[in-house]
């Protein structure tokens, strides 16, 4: 099943995290039910989601036309046949208990047509456990979406035991048409962020319990460690002391005595208290609380990875989207070395009493022993047969480019590149956006001549995607601004969903383009067109594009993705030898006179002649078959 398919979501439960699904899901263009056993939950759940929009309207997030739309598209109901009737998906979103969740599952299952997709929100339950509950458990998984779930980015898709490879990838590009980032990862307590994040609560508590700092110190002290806004008591106090509680107490269960929970956080639990934040900041305690929670969260972090529960990218993602920190654990550990990461986590490890302690994590400590760097990407490749599909992501920043993922593309394309097989790219963003232009927080302080290497670099990595024999689609699902736009104009054809905004916004900042999109550009869409676009900063819709020919083809964004890998495959099925040649030839032709041009075309049709391919694909036509191009 494709997203595109889906044309009904049933919500189980129409508390706090059920009615945000559902606005959720209705706000991405899906029919709604929204189920709970009594019609006065159901009512509260409708009235919730109503009032959310009301504050949207305020602050311009919808319009009132929108809202309207969004709250038509939500159906109240008690009745659970009434409910599943016609949805390809059901969410439960109901209270954490296993056997509720199992029993409304076994209903739920003779109710919904054979296929459906079925998702539980749990935040601490076991998948593989509910998935017996009901009578396909390749189409059951976890989708576990962050407070507030209308409005967080982040999606957690969890794999089960019997999960199916095809129900992982419909929820996952399920989730980006409805807006989140999703992270894959395996059924493992606590997944992904809670495994780190509730051991970084409750570090934060033994810190004070032990009188190493005190609340206001460890405050500032994560704020400092980690660049965030809000340290964890000031978390806690707004997120709610129960729930952190909770959380440790699930892991100790599961995990063992390193993740006990600390007294102190106990105590407060039962006093029923918030935690008082006043007090000044000790700068001498701060750096043995920052390097405490650093270690805690760089051992949970490297136990993931022991464990294969998720890859180092998607935790990351996790801390930046879901949390807000500047950067996630394994980039932090990047960045400090993994030697000093390996001894942080050590000296935590060392603070635990001797019966709860447990090894470095192996991954950790054999990086830190061969002085290498955990292998994380901004630019994350997937390859399905001879297609690639690139996707830039760092959703944080809207995938600007900086050094780092400029080089990080240029190792992706290398990959690419490097293996025969692979044929044609899909390069799309992760996100809202496909590039959102170069990193401007990283060009403000470049130097004329920094920003010399900055711009060769860019200069570089596009010019061999024009190089490159492969065909490389970019299918831009987002803003394409700036260095954005540029990085697709280097691409061979452009797909955009409905929701693409390009342009060149540079002369608006000071500066002008710099990626190419003062020359590209104008070969593509004429001098003055050009110009106007430059000279005006304008933003173009993906229609607009479309009309000035900067885009091949517009898609709706669930299909975007879809499409440009059914175009990937088309392609990668023609004659591999001409495919790179015409590729070639197109481009170089249009640098040179026509005469020359077109010399250059005999030349490289008769190469085509000399290859295998030619001898097969005209061979295959006489014999009516189809051709097995070896690509020789
Ligand atoms: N560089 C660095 N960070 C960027 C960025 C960029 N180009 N574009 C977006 N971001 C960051 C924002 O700073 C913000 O981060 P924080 O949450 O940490 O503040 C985050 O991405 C989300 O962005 P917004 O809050 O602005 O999101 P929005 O939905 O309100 O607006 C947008 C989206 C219209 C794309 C807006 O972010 C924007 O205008 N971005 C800049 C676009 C631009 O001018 N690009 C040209 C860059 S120069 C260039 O590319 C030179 C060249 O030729 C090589």
Redesign the pocket.
Known sequence: MRPSEIKKICVLGAGTMGAGIAQRAAQSGFQVSLRDIEDRFVKGGLENIRRTLDEGIKRRKVTEDQAKEILEAIHGTTDIKEAVDGAQLVIEAIFEDIKIKNQVFGEVDEAAAPGTIFVSNTSSLSISEMARAVSEPANFAGLHYFYPAAINRLLEVISGDDTSGETMDLLMDLGRVMGKVPIRCRDSPGFIVNRYFVPYLNEACRLVDEGVAGIATVDAAACQAFGIGMGPFALMNATGVPIAYHSQCSLHDSLGNAYAPSDLLKRQFEAEELWDLSGDVDEKAKEAAMNRLKGVVYTVAGQLMDEEVCSPEDADLGATIGLRWALGPFAMMNAEGTKEARYLAGAWLQTLPEEARVPVPTTLEDLATRGEEWPISTVVVETDGPVAVLRMSRP???N?LNTNVLQDLHVALERVEADPALRVIVLTGEGN?FV??????EMVTKTPLEAREFTQL?HRVFRRIEEMDAIVIAAING?A???GM?LALACDIILASEKARVGL??VG?G?H???G?TQRLPRLVGRWKAKELILTAQQLSAAEAKEIGLVNEVYPADRLLEAAKKMAHRIAGQGPVAVKLAKHVVNRGAEIDLDTALNYEVESVSLCFASDDRVEGLQAFIDRRKPDFKGR
Do not use: H, N, T
């Open positions: 944080a920043a809207m600007a956006a959102a232009g170069a990193d401007i927080k860019g803003y601004l700036g260095g540029e916004p540079e900042l500066i383009p710099g990626f999109g």
